[in-house]
């Protein structure tokens, strides 16, 4: 029974801010990456940052890199995602991944221009 339930989506204007917040419930993933993908329509799901669960090295997207900052709080089991300087070609369903094996449900983030 694992369970990644995202938050924080909405829509935002060209240049703002918004944090997604990925709360992981029935299991640990120590040692494991968690991250977050995108997708727009039309297009394949890509990846945009990972942290790892204990040591908290991260990774980034060319795309998003210097914008996003990834981030994990383990009292709360919570990785966010927090965007910065955010472009029309950040519109996408955003999904937390756990594990490169577990998935949330998705929140759309739409930037507008």
């Known amino acids: 029974q694992v369970q990644l339930v995202e938050s924080g989506g909405g829509l935002v204007q060209a240049g703002g801010s918004l944090r997604l917040a990925c709360a992981a419930s029935?299991?640990?993933?120590?040692?494991?990456?968690m991250g977050w993908f995108r997708q727009a329509p039309g297009k394949e799901r890509e990846f945009v940052a990972q942290?790892?669960?204990?040591?908290?090295?991260?990774d980034y997207a060319d795309s998003v890199k210097g914008r996003f900052t990834i981030s994990r709080d383990n009292a709360k089991n919570t990785v966010y995602l927090q965007m910065n300087r955010l472009k029309p070609e950040d519109t996408a369903v955003y999904y937390c991944?756990?594990?490169?094996?577990?998935w949330g449900q998705g929140t759309q983030v739409t930037v507008s221009s």
């Open positions: 942290i790892n669960w204990s040591s908290g090295r991260r």
């Open positions: 029935g299991r640990t993933f120590s040692s494991y990456n």
């Open positions: 991944n756990a594990a490169q094996i577990y």
